[in-house]
């Protein structure tokens, strides 16, 4: 009988428990088949700080490191792991499967493992265990919102090994937004000199009842962006955790901080405006004439080179349109157009910018309800109904889940009188999240059910889970809104549908590894109580029900 037998998160497809354990020590030795040496790499690279274990190469190593491309069933990042007592077998089809099973060793491994001080004494036993692992979902992400507050560079790379941990394969930024400006732009270096900078930092007052969305403006400001070092290294060290990192440069709305700096691509020549210190949807919006056109594409093609993935996020909703009707000239574009009216300026802004991202062989990305008015090559992220997603699919869009009521982790996770502020309305618990069914109904691995009349000619990506940051300025407040709800996000999407009971257990045993990461995080144990299914008014328009 193993000394433990851990629960991994998320649960792996199969497992199934052998007797005895297999021992890390000192006369430890991997042997690595050509093309698994990052993954050594990491192995080492992870477990180093807590067991002092150098795990050198060897051709005769008992910890074997195995890519097999024949393993055609196991997928992208599918793995297969055997734990012996003399042996341990991690073997994939391609490099980001052993990726993914790095982490399930380190999860098999006593929690202390996961540390980033030396754990003497300690014992690092695996036990002995077969495992088959698939992920069902192929986009697992999580978007934190660096605009709203901005957090530095080091807790970016923190936030990547999370990720990682919990086979999350996607860190979306949050780059833009009317209340500031993250990334530098050669051509436009007022960006972050003047954008990335507000005059008052906005936080929840202290002893505020949760949920009431009250804020005090402390008259401190706010600031910071990133160097292009800083990110490209932040890309690079993703990269050999296996997560991708998607950008979001906010367009044609949401855009009050470049348009502080520079205010001649906005609707109304003449005017000065600071960065917005207000949360919600701003009036403001870029104009539609070609210099502005010439300026997102200038922003794009940077974004492009810094970030090699395959998506970029351009966000593309809560665009008010009175700018553009007050506008000689943006009346003028929609008549030059051939639009119905000024109110079709954003679908036709959001064309013309896609356009120019397929043309760069990338897949532009938007926020959307239901795609409508977007080319089908834009992938989606459907967050006000889960019916949106079904009709965003029948359009034909590539749709990843983002349902406000599973996955806006800005929301309250309990409804206790300690909780902090947050947003207001439902309360998004623990279950709410792993009950997260992407709008049409759980495991059906990206094939909706197809039983009405209309086919389905999208494909469902994933789901993805929110952090929204008004309410959260500093790091230690993200982590207590991101945890544990982000490890019951990560399950569903990897794991899928599970009875609750089970999944709650493995959650609360978790825990125990967020205490070694040093994670303040939320409640465990919050009686469950289904969201309200009334509307709710609220004063931002991104979370309205």
Request: aromatic share 6%; charged share 20%; net charge negative.
């Amino acid at each position: 009988m193993p000394a433990h037998r851990p629960a991994p998160v998320p649960h792996p497809t199969q497992l199934s428990w052998r007797p005895r354990h297999f021992t890390l020590d000192a006369a430890t030795t991997v042997r690595s088949a050509p093309g698994a040496r990052p993954a050594l790499d990491l192995l080492r690279t992870l477990l180093a700080p807590a067991t002092g274990l150098p795990l050198p190469p060897s051709p005769e190593g008992q910890f074997v490191l195995a890519l097999d491309p024949q393993l055609r069933g196991l997928g992208e990042e599918g793995y297969g792991l055997t734990v012996g007592p003399d042996a341990l077998l991690l073997r994939a089809a391609h490099l980001t499967g052993l990726l993914r099973g790095v982490q399930t060793v380190r999860q098999l491994l006593p929690v202390r493992a996961l540390s980033d001080q030396p754990q003497p004494d300690t014992p690092w036993e695996l036990p002995c265990a077969e495992i088959t692992d698939v992920p069902q979902s192929a986009w697992r992400g999580f978007m934190l919102d660096v605009a709203r507050h901005f957090q530095p560079a080091g807790v970016l790379r923190r936030y990547v090994d999370l990720l990682a941990l919990h086979k999350m394969n996607v860190l979306h930024l949050h780059l833009t937004d009317d209340q500031g400006w993250r990334m530098p732009v050669a051509a436009y270096p007022r960006l972050t000199e003047v954008g990335g900078r507000r005059a008052q930092s906005m936080v929840g007052p202290a002893g505020a009842a949760r949920g009431t969305g009250d804020l005090t403006f402390d008259g401190v400001p706010h600031q910071g962006a990133y160097s292009r070092d800083e990110l490209t290294d932040l890309v690079t060290y993703a990269g050999t955790r296996g997560v991708t990192v998607m950008p979001e440069m906010e367009m044609p709305g949401h855009v009050r901080a470049a348009l502080a700096a520079y205010p001649e691509l906005g609707n109304t020549p003449g005017r000065r405006l600071d960065v917005w210190t207000r949360w919600g949807v701003c009036d403001t919006v870029l104009g539609v004439g070609d210099p502005v056109l010439d300026f997102c594409r200038t922003v794009l093609d940077e974004v492009l080179d810094v970030f090699p993935s395959p998506h970029v996020h351009i966000g593309g909703d809560e665009c008010p349109t009175t700018e553009w009707a007050a506008s000689p000239a943006a009346r003028a574009r929609a008549v030059a157009e051939r639009l119905p009216d000024t109110g079709a300026l954003r679908e036709w802004f959001l064309g013309r910018i896609g356009a120019h991202l397929i043309e760069r062989g990338r897949t532009p990305t938007a926020w959307a309800e239901t795609g409508e008015g977007l080319p089908p090559e834009f992938t989606v992220m459907t967050w006000r109904d889960p019916e949106h997603t079904r009709i965003a699919l029948k359009r034909g869009h590539a749709v990843v889940s983002c349902h406000h009521r599973a996955a806006y982790l800005d929301y309250p996770q309990s409804h206790a009188s300690t909780e902090p502020p947050g947003q207001p309305g439902v309360v998004v618990d623990l279950r709410s999240v792993h009950a997260h069914e992407a709008g049409y109904g759980p495991d059906t691995a990206g094939h909706p059910d197809t039983s009405d009349d209309l086919p389905f000619e999208g494909q469902l990506l994933g789901l993805q889970a929110q952090l929204w940051t008004e309410f959260a300025p500093t790091a230690d407040h993200v982590d207590y809104l991101a945890f544990p709800r982000l490890c019951a996000l990560a399950d569903r999407a990897w794991h899928g549908a599970a009875p609750w009971p089970g999944v709650h257990a493995r959650l609360r045993d978790h825990a125990a590894r967020l205490a070694a990461l040093g994670l303040r995080h939320g409640p465990l144990d919050d009686p469950y109580s289904p969201a309200p299914r009334r509307p709710v008014p609220h004063p931002s328009g991104r979370e309205q029900q």
